[in-house]
């Protein structure tokens, strides 16, 4: 499977010189826990609900700019990417979110959400029958006679 199969092309992004509170507002208004973060058409990082400060974290905000608390360090894939990268990408960064670049633009954003959703589809694939049990044993041509028993 490939990224461009699950990966969302609604992305929401902000400058870096964007403030910290009104990033994490941004967030909680739209029901999103990342933000991609964007100087001209170049991604630069990705701010988390966790760089941000979670709930409590409105200190750690007050008076921050989204590049003070932003991941400048994050890794991205392309739609032709397998999942199994993307995966693999996340684990190795402790990140939760992939931006998704072609050619130099942003063209979606991959989460973990969206990796849940897919091994969670994998359950619902059929299984193969085990083979049916006979429910009759059909006697061996060489009895000589049949007693009724098998």
């Known amino acids: ?29 739209k029901g999103i826990r990342h933000l991609v973060v964007k100087e001209g058409s170049t991604v630069v990082g990705v701010l988390s609900d966790s760089d941000a400060g979670g709930p409590s974290g409105a200190p750690i905000r007050a008076g921050a700019h989204v590049a003070d608390l ?3 360090h994050f890794a991205s894939v392309a739609p032709g990417d397998t999942v199994r990268k993307a995966a693999n990408l996340m684990s190795g960064h402790f990140t939760t979110c ?16 969206d990796m849940l959703k897919v091994i969670g589809k994998g359950a619902d694939r059929p ?5 049916a049990a006979l429910h009759h044993r059909v006697p061996h041509k060489k009895v000589r006679s049949a007693t009724g028993r098998w």
């Open 127 to 131: 299984t193969h029958n085990a083979r």
């Open 70 to 72: 932003m991941n400048r």
């Open 1 to 29: 499977m490939r990224i461009q199969e699950i990966m969302r092309a609604t992305v929401h992004s902000v400058p870096p010189d964007f403030g910290a509170e009104e990033a994490w507002q941004t967030m909680r208004t």
């Open 98 to 113: 992939l931006p998704v670049i072609e050619r130099g633009k942003l063209v979606g954003v991959v989460t973990m959400t």
